[in-house]
């Protein structure tokens, strides 16, 4: 055993500042801050939950494609305050930077050159393709943590039965911090259309297919 393992299993000895590849997998007992940690160069897909590394799990074309579509769309009906991005780093606080595969943010007074995490309170939404291997993190811990922390628009794009898309929209209840479906439309299915965070069509069976 290395060391730096020993520094995290020996009484009294001190706890190293910066995560390694050798010990991301080894937290302090009060767990990894982002900071310790993103320097990291991991050879898979990762999310900071409660201040421990957490694998992401792996996804197939399809959740990429959809992923990919649902960008391109949302970068194409975009307004002026918003901007829209995959695979960029939430902080929600310095232990939970979760990775949402969309979110439309507002990226005024952050620094195009030097942001590393968008901020939690300026994201608008967050969208999630589930995959097999993140069915709970979407249906469940996602959404609770999300809305807990006011991002006001939360969708959950499914791949139902029939292999069609299925985009379930909520929104966030601020008395109760916690999302409720959309009143007019809590599903869509072949296309999406809806006014928030700003107006957008979606054709989602183009996105299906070769």
Known sequence: MTASRLAFMGPGMTTPQ?????????????????????????????????????????????????????????????????????????????QNTPKPDVIVFDPRQLSFFDVECVPVQKVALVVEVVSPGSRQDDRVRKPALFAANKVPFYWRVELDRDQGLAVHEYWLNADTLAYFPAPSHPVHHDKLVTELPFPVEIDLDALVGF
């Open 18 to 94: 910066q995560a390694n590849e050798d010990t991301w997998m080894f937290p302090p007992t009060e767990g990894w801050t982002f900071d310790q940690v993103k320097g990291l160069e991991l050879p898979f897909d990762w999310e900071l939950v409660d201040g421990r590394i957490v694998v992401r799990a792996r996804t197939k074309f399809w959740h990429n494609h959809v992923r990919d579509g649902v960008l391109i769309a949302l970068r194409a009906a975009r307004t002026e305050l918003y901007e829209v991005v995959t695979g960029q780093f939430v902080v929600v606080d310095d």
